[in-house]
Structures are given as structure tokens and as C-alpha cells.
């Protein structure tokens, strides 16, 4: 029997703050929280892609990593660390998409903004005014785009990172 998985979805990340949940930028991010941040949030998503490459091969199936709005921009939250293995993965999603293309496989990402969950940072709330939208994102609204890309409705879609963000990345 042929082993087939459809859809891939690399979500995990993790985000360290400084003391007080403050934001940890380039200078005072110590090294090895470089390191587990990039581990988790740049090189995990390949180590699976890879590892799962013929089951997605056999199902024709598409890879979605999630990438972040930190990854395009300073983000009063979150560090620098977290925001550059962002940056690289929505990079990743691109090479990956040409390399795992020719098998059939399609890979794109998405890039959330500040979309409402237990886990918003203090302040979140001061910064709708700047989202076009005036509101924050709700997890159903990433989960269908998530649903979409994994979908046939997208099966001409690869390479792509997708903004949910209410406009804010404008």
C-alpha cells in the first residue's frame, strides 16, 4: 500500500521575549535563543518536508508554512530572532516550491497578523487603529486560507505567501 499525505502544515514557532515580555532585538538576543528559534521555526519545517517528501509526492499534496507579518517588517513584539526565521522561511517556501514542484507537491505560506488568541501580546489592542480593517483576525480566518491552500481550489498556487492581516502589511 502507497502511503499518501495531503497536506502538510508547519505552525509550530517560538517567539522569546525579555524580561517584563518586552521585545528581544538584535543586540541583547543571546545566541542560543538564536539558535532554538531557527531550529524550531526555519529548520523543523524542512527537516518534515523532507522526511515526508514521497508520501506528499504519492498524494500530490501541498505544504503550508506559516510564516509571519514580522517577517517583512520591525514588529513592536516580536524579536529579532523570531522576525529574520520568518523572513528566511517565507524565502524557503519560495526555493521549496521550485524543488518540490517537478513532484508535484505545492508550497506556499501564509502570513498572519495579529489575529486574536489567548496568546496576544500586552498591547495588541493599541494597534487595530493601524490595521485598515480596524479589527483583529479571527483563527477561522487562517484556518480557511489554510483549508484553501491545501485544497484543489489552489492547485495552481505554489510559491506563494499569503498576508491575513486585515491590510495591516500595507
Not at 47 to 58: D, I, P
Not at 68 to 90: M, Q
Not at 126 to 141: A, V, Y
Request: with cysteine; glycine share 10%.
Amino acid at each position: 500500500m502507497v502511503s499518501k499525505l495531503h497536506a502538510l502544515v508547519n505552525n509550530a514557532a517560538i517567539s522569546p521575549k525579555a524580561g517584563g515580555g518586552s521585545r528581544l532585538d538584535s543586540i541583547q538576543t543571546p545566541m542560543h535563543m538564536w539558535r532554538d528559534v531557527f531550529q524550531v521555526n526555519f529548520f523543523a519545517p524542512i527537516m518534515l518536508a523532507r522526511g515526508l517528501f514521497k508520501e506528499l509526492s504519492n498524494a500530490k499534496g501541498s505544504i503550508v508554512n506559516v510564516t509571519s507579518i514580522a517577517g517583512g517588517r520591525v514588529h513592536p513584539f516580536a524579536g529579532t530572532a523570531y522576525a529574520t526565521s520568518k523572513a528566511a522561511l517565507n524565502s524557503l517556501t519560495r526555493e521549496m516550491a521550485h524543488d518540490f514542484g517537478p513532484a508535484g507537491i505545492r508550497v506556499n505560506a501564509i502570513a498572519p497578523g495579529e489575529i486574536e488568541t489567548a496568546i496576544l501580546s500586552p498591547g495588541t489592542e493599541n494597534m487595530i487603529e493601524d490595521i485598515p480593517l480596524r479589527r483583529l483576525g479571527q483563527t477561522s480566518e487562517v484556518a480557511d486560507v489554510i483549508y484553501f491552500l491545501c485544497s484543489n481550489h489552489s492547485s495552481y498556487v505554489s510559491g506563494a505567501e499569503l498576508h491575513i492581516n486585515g491590510g495591516q502589511h500595507v
